[in-house]
């Protein structure tokens, strides 16, 4: 069983950033796969960046160029770095990790890019 903790959301102008962090317990993150997801009000919840056990990384086109998501296995933490942030990527961000048939969710972090 894990757990998953996500921070680092809040209230952002456009063109600015955060840095989100999943902090893992109950288990090493080594051999899951990792995801950022975001779900927007009336929006169904969508992908935003998953990373591999081995590092390789996948990106939704809206976010590519823009998003970074990495993880330190040493300290079972997984970040999605967001650089020029657009009112478009508000929503509540939340962190999964999958093992096989096996999905924990994180509780979500909300990420309001407002001016």
């Known amino acids: 069983q894990v757990q998953l903790v996500e921070s680092g959301g809040g209230l952002v102008q456009p063109g600015g950033s955060l840095r989100l962090s999943c902090a893992a317990s109950g288990s090493s993150l080594n051999m899951y796969a990792m995801g950022w997801y975001r779900q927007a009000p009336g929006k169904q919840r969508e992908l935003v960046a998953d990373?591999?056990?081995?590092?390789?990384?996948n990106y939704a086109d809206s976010v590519k160029g823009r998003f970074t998501i990495s993880r330190d296995n040493a300290k079972n933490m997984v970040y999605l770095q967001m650089n020029n942030l657009k009112p478009e990527d508000t929503a509540v961000y939340y962190c999964k990790a999958r093992w096989g048939p096996a999905n924990y969710w994180g509780q979500g972090t909300q990420v309001t890019v407002s001016s």
């Open positions: 990373i591999t056990s081995g590092g390789n990384t």
